[in-house]
């Protein structure tokens, strides 16, 4: 070996060792691992190791979430002069990112540190030293593309065939094959899945998300505290209702059963929709507030003060109709109960084959827009062919989800009709009888034909429209 090159490989004293592994325990090898073998190399080269950095469980790919602090201290070391060779297990340990290895290669070059892996050491000063690390870089990346190509190609073909992805939803269980230790499927989780239900069935009878996540967390049900947003997601979530989401979209039938029937989990999302009579604020005192019409223009009524007396009023600037507000809650009142007394819900709620049939439809909708993708993907289909297909698509399936959500009946609803429900009906709050009025029916008050002067309530100038 010439003289320069014995002098060179001299100063090469200080040592980093830096081991990774990501959440994919089939690549590689623990960093306790990494770092026994590197020891070794650095006990081989009768190198001092200054330092063993460790980031477990990060990825190092451009498609990570995650930050390494671990390999931040590194490049900081490197910049100061700290070290004199960085060693690791093998090139994809330091980056799987061809834009990170140039950032490592240029900041090694700047201040002479060497690399290592698997036993060689690289100079980066050195043309052969550097190709070869540069194609180890792309070489680490094109395994790191592939191996998530392979992911989605596992999450697309689990969603297509109903099957259990990612987290699992609170209220659910996996479950394993004891010899393989395979997932074979998730089950409702007897406790939590009676939670799910009593969060249903208390938000459809009126209570507020606020109130239900503030019990849950006095009566300390779940180690992860409830809020009224956690308290949402426990029962919009189309997974709970035993549908597969991909990409944010309901793909088909999943493989697990629900713990909400269609029925309940399209009532909770119509009493999520904007409401009819909302103004902002939570103290609703008045019956029709915002929900009775007004059959000029359409705007919404509410009450005002008319020399002492409360009356349904336009709010339009022009002020088209006014109504007496104990007449109309009276009549609208009776109207409703009656219907109550006397409608069979389970006939009406059941669901329509039209219905199922527009569900159906958007499943089949969003398989082709979704092959659309995986095609532009693979670059059998160009980006404006794709744009194309989105175009055409996209509207049809809202239409056909649109058709697909019926005017559900609540349970709750169907509970509160039959004999008896004038008594069940005042036990109810005003907001709980208003989420009664927006489900079944339209309110539109008319202007009275009746003569001018004629005093008392004129039913036929309210105008009423059942939704269900």
Same mark, same amino acid.
Not at 21 to 40: I, L
Not at 220 to 238: D, F, H, M, Q, Y
Not at 328 to 356: C, H, K, N, W, Y
């Given at each position: 070996?010439?003289?320069?090159?014995?002098?060179?490989?001299?100063?090469?004293?200080?040592?980093?060792? +830096?081991?990774?592994?990501? !959440?994919?325990?089939? *690549?590689?090898?623990?960093?306790?691992? *990494?770092?026994?073998?590197?020891?070794?190399?650095?006990?081989?080269?009768?190198?001092?190791?200054?330092?063993?950095?460790?980031?477990?469980?990060?990825?190092?790919?451009?498609?990570?979430?995650?930050?390494? &602090?671990?390999?931040? *201290?590194?490049?900081?070391?490197?910049?100061?002069?700290?070290?004199?060779?960085?060693?690791?297990?093998?090139?994809?340990?330091?980056?799987?990112?061809?834009?990170?290895?140039?950032?490592?290669?240029?900041?090694?070059?700047?201040?002479?540190?060497?690399? $290592?892996? !698997?036993?060689?050491?690289?100079?980066?000063?050195?043309?052969?030293?550097?190709?070869?690390?540069?194609?180890? #870089?792309?070489?680490?990346?094109?395994?790191?593309?592939?191996?998530?190509? %392979?992911?989605?190609?596992?999450?697309?073909?689990?969603?297509?065939?109903?099957?259990?992805?990612?987290?699992?939803?609170?209220? +659910?269980?996996?479950? +394993?094959? =004891?010899?393989?230790?395979?997932?074979?499927?998730?089950? =409702?989780?007897?406790?939590?899945? @009676?939670?799910?239900l009593e969060i249903a069935r208390r938000?459809?009878?009126?209570?507020?998300?606020?109130?239900?996540?503030?019990?849950?967390?006095?009566?300390?049900?779940? $180690?992860?505290?409830?809020?009224?947003?956690?308290?949402?997601?426990?029962?919009? $979530? =189309?997974?709970?209702?035993?549908?597969?989401?991909?990409?944010? @979209?309901?793909?088909?039938?999943?493989d697990w059963p629900a713990i909400l029937?269609? %029925?309940?989990?399209? #009532?909770?999302?119509?009493?999520?929709? &904007?409401?009819?009579?909302?103004?902002?604020?939570?103290?609703? !005192?008045?019956?029709?507030?915002?929900?009775?019409?007004?059959?000029?223009?359409?705007?919404?009524?509410?009450?005002?003060?008319?020399?002492?007396?409360?009356?349904?009023?336009?709010?339009?600037?022009?002020?088209?109709?006014?109504?007496?507000?104990?007449?109309?809650?009276?009549?609208?009142?009776?109207?409703?109960?009656?219907?109550?007394?006397?409608?069979?819900?389970?006939?009406?709620?059941?669901?329509?084959?039209?219905?199922?049939?527009?569900?159906?439809?958007?499943?089949?909708?969003? !398989?082709?827009?979704?092959? /659309?993708?995986? @095609?532009?993907?693979?670059?059998?289909?160009? #980006?404006?062919?794709?744009?194309?297909?989105?175009?055409?698509?996209?509207?049809?399936?809202? /239409?056909?989800?649109?058709?697909?959500?019926?005017?559900?009946? =609540?349970? $709750?609803?169907?509970?509160?009709?039959?004999?008896?429900?004038?008594?069940?009906?005042? #036990?109810?709050?005003?907001?709980? *009888?208003?989420?009664?009025?927006?489900?079944?029916?339209?309110?539109?008050?008319? &202007?009275?034909?009746?003569?001018?002067?004629?005093?008392?309530?004129? &039913?036929?100038?309210?105008?009423? @429209?059942?939704?269900?």
């Amino acid at each position: 070996m010439a003289t320069a090159e014995v002098v060179e490989l001299e100063r090469v004293r200080r040592a980093l060792i +830096y081991t990774r592994v990501s !959440k994919d325990k089939r *690549q590689g090898r623990s960093v306790e691992e *990494q770092e026994a073998e590197c020891r070794r190399v650095c006990e081989h080269e009768g190198w001092t190791i200054a330092d063993v950095l460790t980031d477990n469980d990060r990825s190092a790919s451009r498609y990570a979430a995650k930050t390494r &602090p671990a390999w931040e *201290q590194v490049k900081h070391r490197i910049a100061t002069d700290g070290i004199d060779v960085l060693v690791t297990w093998e090139a994809s340990r330091s980056s799987r990112d061809l834009a990170g290895f140039v950032e490592l290669r240029d900041l090694c070059q700047a201040h002479g540190v060497r690399l $290592n892996y !698997k036993g060689r050491t690289l100079d980066l000063d050195v043309t052969n030293d550097r190709f070869e690390a540069g194609l180890h #870089a792309i070489l680490a990346e094109r395994e790191s593309d592939e191996t998530r190509d %392979r992911i989605l190609r596992a999450v697309r073909s689990q969603a297509q065939q109903g099957r259990p992805h990612g987290r699992v939803l609170y209220g +659910y269980k996996r479950t +394993y094959d =004891p010899e393989t230790g395979a997932l074979t499927g998730q089950v =409702p989780d007897p406790d939590e899945a @009676e939670v799910v239900l009593e969060i249903a069935r208390r938000f459809l009878s009126g209570e507020s998300l606020y109130a239900i996540s503030d019990d849950l967390n006095a009566r300390r049900v779940s $180690n992860k505290p409830w809020s009224a947003n956690r308290v949402k997601r426990c029962i919009t $979530n =189309p997974g709970y209702a035993g549908l597969r989401v991909y990409q944010g @979209e309901v793909t088909g039938d999943a493989d697990w059963p629900a713990i909400l029937d269609r %029925r309940t989990f399209d #009532a909770i999302a119509t009493r999520l929709e &904007p409401r009819r009579g909302g103004r902002g604020g939570t103290d609703v !005192k008045h019956l029709l507030s915002g929900i009775a019409l007004c059959g000029k223009c359409a705007e919404p009524m509410y009450v005002w003060k008319d020399r002492g007396k409360g009356v349904y009023a336009c709010t339009s600037s022009r002020g088209h109709l006014t109504r007496n507000q104990d007449h109309l809650d009276a009549f609208v009142t009776a109207i409703i109960l009656e219907r109550l007394a006397t409608i069979d819900f389970g006939d009406v709620s059941a669901e329509q084959p039209e219905v199922a049939a527009a569900r159906e439809e958007a499943v089949v909708l969003r !398989k082709r827009l979704d092959d /659309a993708a995986v @095609e532009y993907s693979k670059g059998d289909l160009s #980006a404006a062919m794709l744009g194309k297909v989105e175009a055409e698509l996209v509207p049809k399936i809202k /239409a056909a989800e649109k058709r697909s959500r019926t005017a559900a009946v =609540p349970p $709750n609803i169907g509970e509160l009709a039959g004999e008896g429900v004038d008594e069940r009906w005042d #036990a109810l709050s005003i907001e709980q *009888q208003r989420d009664v009025i927006r489900v079944l029916m339209d309110v539109t008050v008319l &202007p009275s034909t009746r003569p001018r002067g004629t005093t008392g309530f004129d &039913p036929d100038a309210v105008r009423i @429209e059942w939704r269900t």
